[in-house]
Antibody, heavy 117, light 110 residues
Framework: QVQLVQSGAEVKKPGASVNISCKASGYTFTNHYIHWLRQAPGQGPEWMGLIKTSGGDTSYAQNFQGRVTLTRDTSTSTVYLELSSLSSEATAVYYC??????????WGQGTRVTVSS | QSALTQPPSASGSPGQSVTISCTGTSRDVGANNYVSWYQQHPGKAPKLIIYDVIKRPSGVPDRFSGSKSGNTASLTVSGLQAEDEADYYCSSYAGSDNYVFGTGTKVTVL
């Protein structure tokens, strides 16, 4: 079955960077874009950006430009999110999700990132 | 890109219907038919329940339906059941490979 499995929870200090992975299985990896979304406590998902898994092109939300980098490894069907210059505002659950057309049909289980000194 | 506007809460008794609105702009909700809705239970990932404004994925009960008029989309849950108590979020394609989500609505089954 189609599945996205994310890496485990992270605790980081302010100013640090974090890398989260999202491994896809159950479908042809390069046929679907992978997106990342942030959900802060008590809030809705916020779209961060996407990577076109076939060619590697990326698109980022304006709020995250310059602080987020998305990469992919087609040999392992894995997408990576790097978020730099972390502040307490980055404390959230991060989700990867696949799109079919323009809707998110499969989500990862979420990765909790805590930023604390 | 501003979040789509949803009412913070909605409620209904079992068997009743509840409708949730999702208001955007002519650059997102009003620009295309790519509005989708997601149900999220506490501690879980969001789950797709409506896509392309009115379509339901396989396995989603037909109690869930969607519609759109102008810059506002709506989700209706008919015949409310206890398991429908959750947070609901709308989303829209906003052009140029951008997406926007709603502020979320907490549905309570009384």
């Amino acid at each position: 079955q189609v599945q996205l499995v994310q890496s485990g929870a992270e605790v980081k200090k302010p100013g640090a960077s974090v890398n989260i992975s999202c491994k896809a299985s159950g479908y042809t990896f390069t046929n679907h874009y992978i997106h990342w979304l942030r959900q802060a406590p008590g809030q809705g998902p916020e779209w961060m950006g996407l990577i076109k898994t076939s060619g590697g092109d990326t698109s980022y939300a304006q709020n995250f430009q310059g602080r987020v980098t998305l990469t992919r490894d087609t040999s392992t069907s894995t997408v990576y999110l790097e978020l730099s210059s972390l502040s307490s505002e980055a404390t959230a659950v991060y989700y990867c999700a696949r799109t079919v057309g323009s809707h998110f049909d499969c989500w990862g289980q979420g990765t909790r990132v805590t930023v604390s000194s | 890109q501003s979040a789509l506007t949803q009412p913070p809460s909605a409620s209904g008794s079992p068997g009743q219907s509840v409708t949730i609105s999702c208001t955007g702009t002519s650059r997102d909700v009003g620009a295309n038919n790519y509005v989708s809705w997601y149900q999220q239970h506490p501690g879980k990932a969001p789950k797709l329940i409506i896509y392309d404004v009115i379509k339901r994925p396989s396995g989603v009960p037909d109690r869930f339906s969607g519609s759109k008029s102008g810059n506002t989309a709506s989700l209706t849950v008919s015949g409310l059941q206890a398991e429908d108590e959750a947070d609901y979020y709308c989303s829209s394609y906003a052009g140029s490979d951008n997406y926007v989500f709603g502020t979320g609505t907490k549905v309570t089954v009384l």
